[in-house]
């Protein structure tokens, strides 16, 4: 047996099924006044040439002297001071009475480069005690034998001693190549003291011949026991 409900009908708007149309966007009149964006305004002169100049303001500037020269290093006398103490029965003495810095100190500096790579490190040292061997030759050869009057300053010294390294440098650098300690060694730091004092020893005296003339031993003496002692941080 079927039972009936009553059911409500449904009852829909008439607008339903229609769909809303709505116009595109379209946008309107811009206004007549426009504000413009500010920006920073940087006001550069304009340059008064058109193209720059290059190079010197100044024309005397083509006739500057070297840096080297400027420097006081002048290697053309470097190299003839080296030749020089490469001969050492007669080394010239004319080249050494201007004395100069620039050579002894690559000497020192080079001479300990080679104790460097031997595993040495004496930089200190080697520059130390050719600064106090400059102070005992001059305080003594110029105290004791020339009485004060000798021509020879402290700044010589040190010039002369340092290009006297020269011999020990060569020894410095051999010395890489046989066994240290042995008799090899002691037998190359012999000759090479001998020929750095007969060099140092000719230059000192031709130098300033009338005060130390007579007393050629006692300067190739002094130098000898400079020497020695730059051939010790060879040997051992």
């Known amino acids: 047996m079927s039972k009936d409900f009553n059911i409500p009908p449904v009852v829909f708007s008439s607008g339903v099924n229609q769909r809303l149309s709505t116009p595109p966007f379209q ?24 193209a720059p100049q290059l190079g010197p303001t100044n024309p005397n500037l083509d006739n500057e002297p070297p840096l080297l ?12 001071k080296t030749i020089s103490i ?5 080394p010239n003495p004319d080249l050494h009475s201007d004395a100069d810095l620039s050579g002894p100190f690559l ?44 021509s ?20 410095s ?7 240290q300690g ?13 020929w750095s004092t007969r060099v140092c020893a000719w230059m000192l005296v031709n130098v300033d011949v009338g005060s130390w003339d007579e007393h050629r031993g006692l300067v190739a003496y002094a130098c000898f026991l400079i020497y020695m002692l730059f051939s010790l941080l060879v040997i051992f």
């Open 27 to 50: 946008p309107g009149p811009r206004p007549a006044t426009t504000t413009a964006i500010p920006f920073m305004s940087f006001d550069m002169a304009q340059p008064t040439s058109s």
């Open 69 to 80: 020269e400027e420097l006081g290093i002048n290697t053309k006398q470097i190299w003839n």
């Open 86 to 90: 490469l001969n050492p029965f007669r």
């Open 107 to 150: 000497f020192l500096l080079a001479f300990g480069l080679f104790q460097l790579l031997s595993g040495k490190i004496h930089f200190g040292i080697i520059l130390g005690w050719a600064t106090v061997s400059a102070i005992f030759l001059y305080a003594v050869f110029n105290s004791m034998l020339a009485g004060w009057n000798g």
């Open 152 to 171: 020879l300053d402290l700044y010589m010294c040190l010039s002369l001693i340092g290009y006297g390294m020269l011999p020990m440098v060569i020894l």
């Open 173 to 179: 650098a051999l010395a890489l190549f046989v066994p």
């Open 182 to 194: 042995g008799a090899v060694v002691l037998a190359m730091a012999a000759v090479f003291v001998a």
